[in-house]
């Protein structure tokens, strides 16, 4: 019997969109109490851990559709030093990313997804504000599901995989920590993979940290996509 990751294309995408559907109703299905239980446990997790201790400049997401919520470890981070960011639909590259100064004044608004995001009116005026992906210390993206492995399931449209690429395209150039978070009932045995899904370098959840090993034998990074 094949196991996820050796399916046909077809039935590989298939087992994708399927698995998308079902984590994503489990997360949905948390109450709020559970939800803000979860965000005080993973600012616990995290905050200690070398890695988070180390990083400068970080960027985040606010939550939607039942994501595990980085806000109480976002508002510890600038409160001790730290420099939060924001993605922003790229205004010039489509399917893309950039990352955006992130404060309480910052004015915001909605994405054609329905997500706040930092406003881009004049795009000059925010250059300063920007932050180049490989300038940034850590990347906290949100998770659809995980395996232990480092393999991820995202949404869908492969926006942080484009954004990314080059950590797999040009690996001598500086690079984030890429950090996935995720309610540890995202957890799958098994992930079927793309050949664009950029690896983690962690995993964590409300219950655990896992520090990523990822077999290159899973992955190999398309040259085709930038």
Request: glycine residues 6%; proline residues 9%; aromatic residues 10%.
């Amino acid at each position: 019997m094949l196991t996820p990751p050796d399916l046909p294309p077809v039935r590989q995408q298939h087992c994708r969109q399927s698995l998308r559907r079902e984590l994503r109703a489990r997360r949905r299905a948390l109450t709020s109490q559970q939800q803000q239980q979860a965000a005080r446990q993973l600012l616990a997790r995290i905050r200690q851990a070398p890695a988070f201790m180390r990083a400068r400049h970080i960027a985040f997401y606010l939550p939607n559709d039942g994501e595990i919520d980085p806000r109480p470890l976002y508002q510890w981070a600038t409160s001790h030093g730290k420099t939060g960011y924001l993605p922003v639909l790229h205004p010039l590259h489509h399917g893309a990313l950039w990352f955006v100064h992130y404060a309480a004044e910052t004015p915001m608004q909605h994405n054609r997804f329905g997500i706040p995001e930092p406003q881009l009116k004049g795009w000059g005026q925010y250059r300063i504000h920007r932050r180049a992906p490989w300038a940034l210390d850590m990347i906290l993206m949100p998770l659809v599901g995980f395996d232990a492995q480092g393999g991820r399931l995202g949404m869908g449209g492969g926006f942080y995989d484009r954004t990314l690429a080059f950590t797999q395209q040009h690996p001598q150039r500086p690079r984030p920590l890429l950090v996935g978070l995720a309610h540890h009932c995202q957890q799958v045995d098994s992930l079927p993979l793309e050949h664009w899904d950029i690896p983690l370098d962690a995993i964590v959840t409300d219950q655990q940290w896992w520090d990523v090993q990822y077999p290159q034998t899973r992955h190999q990074a398309s040259s085709s996509i930038v």
